[in-house]
């Protein structure tokens, strides 16, 4: 059973003004597709085209009778919302969303999906329970996750984060021979992310290495390291 039409005041808490908005005026039509990435070109043609499928599950959304709601930032000032910076800390919607895809500015598909889960979390987080924006939001997100599922079983699982990376590096870093443990304390101490206790005792703060550094530590240990030890 369709659910009711929701009424909106003009505009509520969230919203854009919908006659600004070419996506609600033109409901119906489809966008280009993305031009092809110097990846796709590479071989990266599976991530082309999964890229592909998130832009057209994007576009559904924006077709969506309520999706002119999350298709630009929230104009705060405007519509009067002083707190919304302090509730909100980190703003998103689904024409930046766009935005980012069409400029190639995600690494993986991953990336754009906590980027429209993040439009709709802001708006169920600012808007109570029952509000048309939080309903909307709600409605939206079901549609996104159906269409998400089928479009991740063909993925590879999104690669590990920096915090993943240097727990596993904790780990492995010990059982690395003495020697090379010798010489990752003299990169390290010169990144500034370890101190040299002893001559075979280093005390690491891998919170300090940044992404580069993890890349050189996960270098040397694929290196160093047999697999499965």
């Known amino acids: 059973m369709p659910r009711p ?4 005041d003009c505009p509520p808490p969230g919203f854009t003004n919908e006659e600004r908005n070419p996506n609600r005026r033109r409901r119906g039509t ?3 597709a993305p031009a092809a990435s110097p990846a796709a070109s590479a071989g990266g043609g599976d991530l082309f085209r999964a890229f592909g499928r998130c832009r057209a599950l994007l576009d559904k959304l924006l ?3 309520d999706g002119w709601v999350f298709s630009e930032p929230v104009d705060a000032r405007a519509l009067g919302l002083r707190d919304y910076y302090t509730v909100i800390q980190e703003p998103m919607d689904l024409g930046t969303v766009l935005l980012r895809l069409e400029r190639r500015r995600y690494a993986d598909p991953h990336a754009f999906a906590a980027d429209v889960r993040l439009t709709f979390s802001n708006a169920k987080s600012y808007n109570a329970k029952g509000d048309p924006v939080y309903e909307s939001a709600d409605e939206l997100s079901e ?4 269409g998400w599922a089928q479009l991740a079983a063909t993925l590879a699982p999104p690669p590990p984060t920096d915090a993943q990376r240097r727990e596993k590096l904790k780990n492995e870093l010990p059982r690395l021979p003495a020697d090379v443990q010798r010489s990752v304390a003299a990169f390290l101490k010169v990144q500034a992310a370890c101190l040299v206790k002893e001559e075979l005792n280093v ?3 891998l919170d300090k290495a940044d992404a580069m550094t993890l890349g050189m530590l996960d270098r040397m240990v694929a290196q160093y390291l047999p697999p499965g030890q």
């Open 30 to 32: 489809e966008a280009p």
């Open 143 to 146: 549609i996104f996750e159906a």
């Open 203 to 205: 005390d690491v703060d």
């Open 63 to 65: 077709r969506h009778e």
């Open 5 to 8: 039409k929701r009424q909106f």
